[in-house]
């Protein structure tokens, strides 16, 4: 009984953008009004001399941007809010695509001046791929931005999804006035301030009310006839699409200014889902379980680096977790002990007593988890949808000392266990390859490999330019092609083999010769292909 009674009191989720759109901004208003102090900066322990900080945030200073992901745990409304911070950069979207399977939602963040950009796009297939909630946030309305009925076109049309205003902008940039909340019939007057709160907001209850037009004029019988024609040609809101992930409720507001985030916060009490049920290969997992059930969905390696750590970070499913309990990883069916388990409020690592169905749990240890564990009482379960992308990039890696090149071998398995890199050993011998989404993702490995690993390591260009997962319902076949192809196949951190190419047109030929081989864009943590139409 408190196991469920717990879980429904969770509410996990994601916020979700293209960089720049407000993320981290509306981030720290959320946190604001849910009562928790958010420091900007790297995960803190409570003890300054175990500041949890690596060469890694290092880079992410000096750029001044995000390569990590955060977790912020605080209570709301009788609601335990666990918050997942993604990185915006798009060299480390692998992360934030990782993050977002082990979430019960995702709050998506829109420019008001940019509409729905490219890394919003690839984001979203991710959550449609999983059916996950999606509520909307429109930021910066307090700029000169676009009409919000071209906003609000721009977001069913791109995204597939029909969209349901819960508020609408009065004017914008210099004459924006407030928003009308649609749900309760009155509207919330914007004042510049951010340090502004919901309950120091006025309302003006009524669209009829005579202070609407004397003080807003123009703007407000502009706004007016939008709000008219919102209310009947969209839909009304339907809790099982918007649990499908068909449906978007849409609010708009200023995140800089505290101004539309208290409303999103309720939105998303009331709105988001509590933890489900689970598929794993060999059966449904249900929250209200008696026996625990987890998956890593992140780690984060040598966090602190006088002691070599790694925080595997770790969703709970099912059952109670309790620190110092003994758990089983299905992969390797070895139990760990839990007595150093943490928890995220805000920015700091505090010691975990006990957690429920939608926490996240932080488990060092040296190496022992990896991306994609499943932790349980003894039961072997194993949870698929951890997705790895066809990386984009690709640069050979080279030891300036050859006395080090068993120090290199070890840092890139574990670098690329832990999913900041991807690693690929070719078929036929040679040099290790390295294969990334963006540029920074080599540099902060060659960072990394220096400062955690002692290796000057140095990076080579190649030939290849695009890497495909190979599978085949015929084994002989696939390794018929991989013998035949050994020069351009190279196989994975988990031993998947990708076949790798210099230009598409080799990729086409390959498949014309080979019609029994099926080449992938994205494969699952143990090696498992997703099939839904992602293949290509």
Not at 23 to 49: C, M, N, Q
Not at 102 to 125: K, Y
Not at 510 to 520: G, L, N, S, V
């Amino acid at each position: 009984m408190q196991i469920t009674q717990e879980a429904a009191r969770r509410r996990t989720f994601a916020i979700i953008s293209h960089p720049d759109a407000g993320k981290t901004t509306l981030t720290e208003k959320l946190l604001l009004y849910a009562g928790a102090i958010h420091i900007a900066g790297t995960v803190k322990a409570r003890k300054s001399s175990r500041h949890a900080t690596s060469d890694w945030m290092e880079i992410e200073k000096q750029r001044g941007i995000s390569v990590a992901s955060s977790v912020m745990q605080m209570e709301y409304r009788d609601c335990v809010i666990n918050l997942l911070d993604t990185p915006g950069h798009q060299d480390f979207s692998e992360d934030t695509y990782r993050v977002l399977t082990a979430v019960d939602a995702a709050l998506m963040v829109i420019d008001a001046a940019n509409g729905v950009e490219s890394q919003t796009l690839r984001l979203l297939e991710v959550c449609r791929a999983r059916n996950t909630p999606i509520l909307t946030f429109i930021n910066k309305m307090d700029r000169e931005v676009q009409p919000p009925l071209d906003l609000l076109d721009e977001i069913e049309r791109t995204l597939g999804m029909s969209v349901v205003p819960f508020t609408w902008p009065v004017g914008m940039g210099k004459d924006f006035h407030g928003v009308f909340d649609l749900q309760e019939n009155r509207i919330r007057v914007f004042t510049p301030g951010e340090d502004r709160r919901a309950e120091d907001i006025e309302i003006i209850e009524g669209l009829d009310h005579p202070d609407n037009a004397t003080r807003f004029g123009a703007t407000f019988d502009h706004a007016r006839q939008e709000i008219e024609l919102v209310q009947t040609a969209t839909p009304t809101f339907d809790r099982e699409a918007f649990l499908q992930g068909r449906q978007t409720p849409l609010f708009f507001g200023s995140a800089i200014n505290n101004f539309g985030v208290r409303e999103v916060l309720d939105a998303l009490v009331e709105l988001a889902p509590a933890p489900g049920p689970r598929e794993s290969l060999q059966r449904p997992v249900e929250p209200k379980e008696g026996k625990f059930a987890g998956v890593v969905f992140k780690v984060q390696a040598n966090m602190d680096p006088a002691h070599r750590d790694r925080i595997a970070f770790l969703r709970v499913y099912a059952g109670r977790f309790e620190r110092g309990m003994s758990l089983r990883v299905a992969r390797t069916g070895k139990d760990i002990r839990t007595s150093n388990a943490v928890s995220f409020l805000s920015q700091r690592r505090d010691l975990l007593e006990d957690a429920y169905p939608g926490d996240i749990i932080g488990i060092p240890n040296h190496g022992t988890l990896q991306l994609g564990d499943t932790l349980t009482e003894g039961e072997t379960l194993q949870f698929t949808g951890l997705p790895f992308f066809a990386p984009e990039l690709f640069q050979a890696v080279e030891v300036a000392d050859p006395l080090k090149i068993k120090k290199l071998r070890t840092g890139l398995v574990q670098l690329g266990e832990e999913g900041a890199i991807q690693v690929f050993r070719p078929m036929d011998g040679g040099t290790m390859l390295l294969g990334a989404v963006g540029q920074l993702q080599f540099e902060v490995v060659l960072h990394r490999l220096k400062h955690e690993y002692g290796v000057e390591a140095r990076l080579v260009p190649t030939k290849f330019r695009m890497a495909r997962w190979i599978t085949s319902s015929k084994e002989a076949t696939l390794k018929d092609f991989i013998k035949q192809n050994s020069y351009r196949v190279a196989e994975d951190a988990v031993n998947a083999p990708a076949f790798l190419a210099s230009h598409s047109s080799e990729l086409n030929i390959a498949k014309e010769r080979w019609p029994d081989i099926q080449f992938h864009a994205l494969r699952e943590h143990s090696g498992l292909i997703f099939q839904a139409g992602l293949a290509a």
